[in-house]
């Protein structure tokens, strides 16, 4: 019940496309949803995050869309550019825990 | 802009060597976590710290690891008795309040 399935585990898209990976989780105590990217030998970097009090919220080109009834949530990158090729994790956290469960990430490659 | 440090950056020891892994905050937050990611899979929580006690644990934290507020300003981790299966990138995490974790560089660790 703790977990966060993230999918897909791996995803190429080209230049100026849109990416999207998506998670979801079982644990309805889950009540803040930060994504987090990270480089090849960096920790993970806080990208944007987002509460079940609203469905959707947008940061420059990354978009995070929730859905409270189906427990799913996932990132969307508008006009995805090379420099955006890193892993992705989404990450889960609420209730009395401050703990961050993460889903095991996508790596997104973004060509030329 | 206010940052998390880790040192060192790599450490490498022998089986059943102890370990310290230090971290420091940002200076105006009052949670500290630690988490692991072992090569190519998902970032793991180990424990959380808040008001000078562990907060929360996982299953991973073991007798054979503590955790530590010496000072002011660091936060350190230490592994007792190191096993092979100790070998990974550790990462220091803070937050001034339950929501936004911000993440250190990691320490890459090596258990030969």
């Known amino acids: 019940q703790q977990q966060v399935k993230q999918s897909p585990q791996s995803l190429i898209v080209q230049k100026g496309g849109i990416s999207i990976i998506n998670c979801a989780y079982e644990?309805?105590?889950?009540?803040?949803f930060p994504w987090y990217q990270q480089f090849p030998g960096k920790g993970p970097a806080l990208l944007i995050a987002?509460?079940?009090?609203?469905s959707e919220k947008k940061e420059g080109r990354f978009t995070i869309s929730f859905n409270k009834s189906a427990k799913q949530f996932s990132l969307h990158i508008m006009d995805s550019q090379p420099g955006d090729s890193a892993t992705y994790f989404c990450a889960a956290s609420g209730g009395s825990n401050y703990k961050l469960t993460f889903g095991k990430g996508t790596l997104l490659t973004v060509n030329p | 802009e206010p940052e998390v440090t880790q040192t060192p950056s790599h450490q490498v020891t022998q089986m059943g060597q102890e370990v310290i892994l230090r971290c420091v905050p940002i200076s105006n937050h009052l949670y500290f976590y630690w988490y692991r990611q072992i090569l190519g899979q998902k970032v793991e929580f180990l424990v959380s710290f808040y008001n000078n006690e562990i907060s929360e644990k996982s299953e991973i934290f073991d007798d054979q690891f503590s955790v530590e507020r010496p000072d002011g300003s660091n936060f350190t981790l230490k592994i007792r008795s190191t096993k092979l299966e100790d070998s990974a990138m550790y990462f220091c995490?803070?937050?001034?309040?339950?929501?936004?974790?911000?993440f250190g560089p990691g320490t890459r660790l090596t258990v030969l």
């Open positions: 995490a803070s937050s001034s309040d339950y929501g936004e974790q911000f």
């Open positions: 644990n309805t105590a889950f009540d803040y």
């Open positions: 987002i509460r079940p009090d609203v």
